[in-house]
């Protein structure tokens, strides 16, 4: 199956570096505001999910001229746009899931998308948050970071301590590690070669990478 991609109504610092991360086939849904970096990127979505309060009367007439599904819900819902183009995803049977536009701007939605990637039922799904120059996931056993030598990669224990921790591949490793949520000690490690492999033996691991920008010679 053709993998799922989310925009969400985030930040995208780089356009061009997102529509590198574009395959062919792959099955767009814009989560309300996030129309507007697919529209950017001279893309359609195959369906818009959410309350629509972010979404322009032009990007609405642009969607509807060309016929996109819409799935509006009240504002008062109890979910964020986000979340409900997850719930729409998992029930399509989706595994692989990338998320483009969930960092920055509000933090408390930027801390928001990172939680939902806890969510139970991803537990054997592949979903990530990328924008071209940061990616986030969580990993709850092992895990492959694929970048270049210098990238910064930061390990964050979520919801509680992260034990045996090891990694391979970073410039200064751990071994058999405990990882504390009010320590720093996963913070600002970096890429010593293309590939870095993280294990653990409990808990909930956000990793959360960010690339080089790219030289300009």
Known sequence: MTRLIIFANGIVPELESARRLLQAGDFLIAADGGTRHVLALGLFPSIVIGDLDSLTQDDRRRLDAKGVEIQQYSRDKAETD?????????????????????????????????????KPEFATLNV????????????????????KPGDIVSLIPWSGEVRGVCTEGLRWPLLEETLFPEKTRGISNEMARETATISQKSGLLLVIHHRQAESSQ
């Open 82 to 118: 986000l979340e409900l183009a997850y719930q729409y995803a998992c029930t399509s049977g989706y595994r692989e899931i990338l998320v483009i536009g969930a960092l920055g701007g509000r933090l408390d939605q930027t801390l928001g998308n990172l939680s939902l990637l806890t």
């Open 128 to 147: 990530r948050i990328d924008d071209g120059v940061e990616e986030a996931f969580i990993t709850r056993g092992r895990c492959v970071v694929h970048g």
